[in-house]
Nanobody
């Protein structure tokens, strides 16, 4: 069983920064591709970023490219999302997800919610104007 626990959400002013963390249980974390999604009230869950199991491949939604950075520490079983230059439209519940397929590339296929095998419970990010 794989468990994902997000942390680091909160309230921040527009232009500010937050770093989200996702701690993952399981001895084979280093073989999982990891991703971040977000869901705003009344909207569907949307892809934010993904990183391959080695960290050598990353992929971002156009809306966050240049502002957000996904990274991972396989020794700590943790994936991060550094969010800079936050905007009010970034307000959402942020979820991390794991893909256990073992593929070491990420790209457009990661946009699909259905691709991902495990999900965390989410952490709220609120950006005020």
């Amino acid at each position: 069983q794989v468990q994902l626990v997000e942390s680091g959400g909160g309230l921040v002013q527009a232009g500010g920064s937050l770093r989200l963390s996702c701690a993952v249980s399981g001895r084979t974390f280093s073989s999982y591709a990891m991703g971040w999604f977000r869901q705003a009230p009344g909207k569907e869950r949307a892809f934010v970023a993904a990183i391959s199991w080695s960290g050598g491949s990353t992929y971002y939604a156009d809306s966050v490219k240049g502002r957000f950075t996904i990274s991972r520490d396989n020794a700590k079983n943790t994936v991060y999302l550094q969010m800079n230059s936050l905007k009010t439209e970034d307000t959402a519940v942020y979820y991390c997800a794991a893909d256990i397929s073992g593929d070491d590339t990420v790209g457009t296929k990661q946009l699909s919610v259905g691709l991902w095998d495990y999900w965390g419970q989410g952490t709220q990010v609120t950006v005020s104007s």
